[in-house]
């Protein structure tokens, strides 16, 4: 089992800025992608970033524009720069990572944006 551990949300008036961290125990370059998700109370969860092996990126039209998805290989960390942030962008996020035919998942970080 592979851990991903989340950190850096919390509370952020709209118009705010927040970086979420993803970091693993082992190189992020052993996974075939890794990306950010979030689900809302009531909501599924969501896709928003995702970035290759390669450093292909994709983004959710939501978020596009505001969020940006990067890593550091030596750290094992990829993160989630938040701009411009919404209180419609109020979730826990997620990371996750693919490795062949297993899927990993974070324990999620909450948050919140205030109007």
């Known amino acids: 089992q592979v851990q991903l551990v989340e950190s850096g949300g919390g509370l952020v008036q709209a118009g705010g800025s927040l970086r979420l961290s993803c970091a693993t125990p082992?190189?992020?370059?052993?996974?075939?992608?890794m990306g950010w998700y979030r689900q809302a109370p009531g909501n599924q969860r969501e896709l928003l970033a995702d970035?290759?092996?390669?450093?292909?990126?994709i983004y959710a039209d939501s978020v596009k524009g505001r969020f940006t998805i990067s890593r550091d290989a030596g750290k094992n960390t990829v993160y989630l720069q938040m701009n411009s942030l919404k209180p419609e962008d109020t979730a826990v996020y997620y990371c996750?990572?693919?490795?062949?035919?297993?899927?990993?998942w974070g324990q999620g970080t909450q948050v919140t944006v205030s109007s």
């Open positions: 970035i290759t092996n390669g450093g292909s990126t």
């Open positions: 996750n990572a693919d490795r062949s035919i297993y899927r990993y």
């Open positions: 082992v190189s992020i370059f052993s996974f075939n992608r």
